[in-house]
């Protein structure tokens, strides 16, 4: 599975962000794919996982309630909507993708495939 990962940039505080993550290769219904972020001087922590199916989404709970996970199967693509965004999401964000129990979306080592990263920057 290859992934890229697009859409960050340059904000300011409360706006918006939309970024995409094109799979390409062979998926399935029941892996996830999810989105990690890390901030410089940071460790990598998760973000939002979401299912092929779309029958499982979870969030960190800094993030609940202004981002929003969603894909289109149709696309094989991964999107990661970001609203009120805050000086604290900045942070390069990857996707990736994980085939295994659902128990360990939030555990970036399980993950298999990882894109290449997109750099969000939010200023005040």
């Known amino acids: 599975v290859q992934l890229q990962a697009s859409g960050g940039g340059v904000v300011q505080a409360g706006d918006s962000l939309r970024l995409s993550c094109a799979a390409s290769?062979?998926?399935?219904?029941?892996?996830?794919m999810a989105w990690f972020r890390q901030a410089p001087g940071k460790e990598r922590e998760f973000v939002a996982a979401i299912t092929w199916s779309g029958g499982f989404t979870d969030y960190a709970d800094s993030v609940k309630g202004r981002f929003t996970i969603s894909r289109d199967s149709a696309k094989n693509t991964v999107y990661l909507q970001m609203n009120s965004l805050k000086r604290e999401d900045t942070a390069v964000y990857y996707c990736a993708s994980h085939r295994g129990p659902l128990s360990t979306v939030r555990n970036g080592p399980s993950y298999h495939y990882w894109g290449q990263g997109t750099q969000v920057t939010v200023s005040s």
């Open positions: 290769g062979r998926t399935f219904r029941s892996d996830v």
